[in-house]
Protein backbone atom coordinates (compact mmCIF):
# COMPACT_ATOMS: atom_id res chain seq x y z
CA UNK A 1 0.00 0.00 0.00
CA UNK A 2 2.80 2.46 0.60
CA UNK A 3 4.15 1.97 -3.17
CA UNK A 4 0.26 2.85 -4.52
CA UNK A 5 0.68 6.26 -1.92
CA UNK A 6 4.21 6.96 -2.97
CA UNK A 7 3.41 6.30 -6.79
CA UNK A 8 -0.51 6.87 -7.41
CA UNK A 9 -2.88 9.42 -7.19
CA UNK A 10 -5.74 6.82 -6.96
CA UNK A 11 -5.59 4.82 -3.42
CA UNK A 12 -7.23 1.85 -2.53
CA UNK A 13 -8.21 0.53 0.88
CA UNK A 14 -6.46 -2.47 2.70
CA UNK A 15 -10.16 -4.05 1.91
CA UNK A 16 -9.76 -3.55 -1.50
CA UNK A 17 -5.64 -4.99 -1.40
CA UNK A 18 -6.24 -8.16 0.69
CA UNK A 19 -9.95 -9.06 -1.34
CA UNK A 20 -8.02 -8.87 -4.76
CA UNK A 21 -5.11 -10.41 -3.10
CA UNK A 22 -7.51 -13.37 -1.67
CA UNK A 23 -9.58 -14.03 -4.87
CA UNK A 24 -7.02 -13.52 -7.54
CA UNK A 25 -3.20 -14.45 -6.04
CA UNK A 26 -1.27 -15.62 -9.41
CA UNK A 27 -2.01 -12.13 -9.96
CA UNK A 28 -1.20 -10.03 -7.26
CA UNK A 29 2.27 -9.72 -7.89
CA UNK A 30 4.81 -7.90 -5.55
CA UNK A 31 8.40 -7.02 -6.58
CA UNK A 32 11.31 -6.95 -3.35
CA UNK A 33 15.00 -6.29 -3.34
CA UNK A 34 16.63 -6.71 0.32
CA UNK A 35 12.87 -7.39 1.74
CA UNK A 36 11.52 -4.36 0.79
CA UNK A 37 8.84 -4.02 -1.51
CA UNK A 38 9.36 -1.66 -4.42
CA UNK A 39 6.75 -2.39 -6.76
CA UNK A 40 3.80 -4.55 -7.26
CA UNK A 41 0.78 -5.81 -9.86
CA UNK A 42 -2.95 -6.61 -8.77
CA UNK A 43 -5.38 -7.56 -11.08
CA UNK A 44 -8.99 -8.96 -11.09
CA UNK A 45 -10.67 -11.21 -13.77
CA UNK A 46 -13.93 -10.21 -15.15
CA UNK A 47 -16.26 -11.16 -17.90
CA UNK A 48 -17.54 -8.73 -20.37
CA UNK A 49 -17.07 -8.00 -24.27
CA UNK A 50 -13.96 -9.20 -25.78
CA UNK A 51 -11.26 -6.42 -27.47
CA UNK A 52 -10.41 -8.57 -30.67
CA UNK A 53 -11.84 -10.34 -33.64
CA UNK A 54 -15.85 -11.38 -33.66
CA UNK A 55 -18.08 -9.95 -30.96
CA UNK A 56 -18.18 -11.98 -27.92
CA UNK A 57 -17.66 -12.40 -24.24
CA UNK A 58 -14.96 -13.97 -22.70
CA UNK A 59 -13.42 -13.64 -19.36
CA UNK A 60 -10.75 -10.99 -19.42
CA UNK A 61 -7.48 -10.00 -16.73
CA UNK A 62 -8.18 -6.31 -15.61
CA UNK A 63 -4.53 -4.69 -14.42
CA UNK A 64 -6.34 -2.86 -11.49
CA UNK A 65 -3.34 -1.01 -10.32
CA UNK A 66 0.43 -1.33 -11.40
CA UNK A 67 3.28 0.94 -9.62
CA UNK A 68 6.82 0.55 -9.33
CA UNK A 69 9.00 2.96 -6.96
CA UNK A 70 10.56 5.80 -8.41
CA UNK A 71 13.79 4.53 -7.99
CA UNK A 72 13.22 1.59 -9.30
CA UNK A 73 11.52 2.90 -12.52
CA UNK A 74 13.18 2.41 -15.97
CA UNK A 75 14.75 -0.92 -14.97
CA UNK A 76 12.47 -3.51 -15.82
CA UNK A 77 10.49 -4.26 -12.51
CA UNK A 78 7.07 -2.90 -14.20
CA UNK A 79 7.64 -5.13 -17.34
CA UNK A 80 8.82 -8.14 -15.54
CA UNK A 81 5.44 -7.23 -13.18
CA UNK A 82 3.52 -7.46 -16.17
CA UNK A 83 4.64 -10.13 -17.53
CA UNK A 84 4.07 -12.37 -14.92
CA UNK A 85 0.65 -11.10 -14.30
CA UNK A 86 -0.17 -12.02 -18.10
CA UNK A 87 1.12 -15.41 -17.67
CA UNK A 88 -0.68 -15.83 -14.98
CA UNK A 89 -4.48 -14.47 -16.10
CA UNK A 90 -5.35 -17.85 -18.24
CA UNK A 91 -5.21 -19.17 -14.82
CA UNK A 92 -8.95 -17.95 -14.28
CA UNK A 93 -9.50 -18.43 -17.88
CA UNK A 94 -8.88 -15.24 -18.66
CA UNK A 95 -8.54 -15.06 -22.78
CA UNK A 96 -7.30 -11.31 -22.99
CA UNK A 97 -5.60 -8.97 -20.56
CA UNK A 98 -6.51 -5.05 -20.72
CA UNK A 99 -5.57 -2.07 -18.27
CA UNK A 100 -6.03 1.81 -18.06
CA UNK A 101 -3.49 4.21 -18.53
CA UNK A 102 -3.46 8.41 -18.45
CA UNK A 103 -3.50 9.04 -21.49
CA UNK A 104 -0.22 11.52 -20.95
CA UNK A 105 1.75 8.83 -18.98
CA UNK A 106 3.69 8.13 -22.37
CA UNK A 107 6.75 6.32 -20.57
CA UNK A 108 3.85 3.46 -19.25
CA UNK A 109 2.28 3.61 -22.53
CA UNK A 110 5.50 2.69 -23.99
CA UNK A 111 6.30 0.10 -22.13
CA UNK A 112 2.84 -1.30 -22.26
CA UNK A 113 2.87 -1.33 -26.09
CA UNK A 114 6.09 -3.21 -26.00
CA UNK A 115 4.29 -6.08 -24.12
CA UNK A 116 2.16 -6.21 -26.71
CA UNK A 117 -0.84 -4.01 -25.87
CA UNK A 118 -2.44 -1.95 -28.08
CA UNK A 119 -4.64 0.84 -27.19
CA UNK A 120 -8.26 -0.11 -28.08
CA UNK A 121 -10.21 3.07 -27.30
CA UNK A 122 -10.41 6.46 -25.21
CA UNK A 123 -12.38 6.83 -22.05
CA UNK A 124 -12.80 10.70 -21.51
CA UNK A 125 -12.30 11.70 -18.12
CA UNK A 126 -11.80 8.16 -16.82
CA UNK A 127 -9.73 9.80 -13.85
CA UNK A 128 -11.38 11.46 -10.81
CA UNK A 129 -9.15 14.63 -11.78
CA UNK A 130 -11.14 14.54 -15.20
CA UNK A 131 -7.85 12.93 -17.31
CA UNK A 132 -9.11 10.66 -20.00
CA UNK A 133 -7.72 7.11 -20.11
CA UNK A 134 -6.48 4.82 -22.92
CA UNK A 135 -7.65 1.47 -23.04
CA UNK A 136 -5.10 -0.88 -23.93
CA UNK A 137 -5.90 -4.71 -24.45
CA UNK A 138 -3.68 -8.21 -25.76
CA UNK A 139 -5.29 -11.09 -26.44
CA UNK A 140 -3.65 -13.56 -23.97
CA UNK A 141 -2.83 -17.02 -25.76
Known sequence: MNVNR??????????????????????????????????????????????????????????VSIAVLPEYQHKGVGSALMREAMKN??????????LEVRVTN?????MYEKLGLNVVRKTQGYYADGEDAYVMAKKLS
Open 89 to 98: MPLYKAKECY
Open 106 to 110: SPAVR
Open 6 to 63: VCLPENYSPFFFMDLYERYPATFIVAEQESAVIGYIMCRIETGFVSFGLFGIAKKGHV
